[in-house]
């Protein structure tokens, strides 16, 4: 019990912390660090325009990791939003987001133990004169997969 209220505890810092005991940090829509546009809107953050929402975790153990995106999008002329998938700036992965009320998308990686930057980025934004293309994160949690010793 105290090995997860001191897990608990770091996550409260600027620098989220992962825990390698299966314990999953959610990180909330506004809650992101990282935020190059948009804003709030509801429960979830409007990327109104291409940019990214991020934050920085520590993992404490190397190892695969899953990161579940929760978010929506809305499309123009029928065309949905782009959504990649990033550690530490590099794409790893991405997807359609072809729903307009919140959907999971997971996506699995390998890192090691340490400091790191994982997002999303909205990649194809448009404007029409009756609809607008937007990328909408609800939440990104992060939990251990497998556990490489070491």
């Known amino acids: 019990m ?12 600027l620098l989220h912390s992962f825990c390698a005991t299966g314990w999953a940090l959610t990180i909330q829509a506004d809650q992101a660090q990282v935020k190059t546009v948009g804003g709030v809107q509801g ?11 991020a934050d920085f975790v ?3 153990s190397p190892g695969t990791y899953r990161v579940r995106v929760t978010c929506f999008g809305s499309p123009v002329e ?6 990649a998938f990033s550690i530490d700036g590099v ?4 997807v359609t987001v ?17 400091d790191h930057r994982i997002g999303v980025s909205f990649l194809n934004d448009a404007l029409t004169r009756t609809e607008d293309r937007n990328l909408y994160i609800v939440s990104m ?9 070491r």
């Open 98 to 114: 072809a729903s307009n009320t919140p959907a999971e998308y997971a996506f699995r990686f390998e890192a090691e133990s340490g």
């Open 58 to 60: 520590h993992f404490a």
């Open 43 to 53: 429960n979830a953050w409007n990327l109104w325009s291409n940019g990214d929402w």
């Open 2 to 13: 105290s090995h997860r209220v001191t897990c608990i505890g770091l996550a409260v810092l």
């Open 141 to 149: 949690s992060t939990e251990l997969v497998v556990h490489v010793a």
């Open 91 to 94: 794409i790893a992965s991405t």
């Open 78 to 83: 029928k065309v949905w939003p782009e959504m």
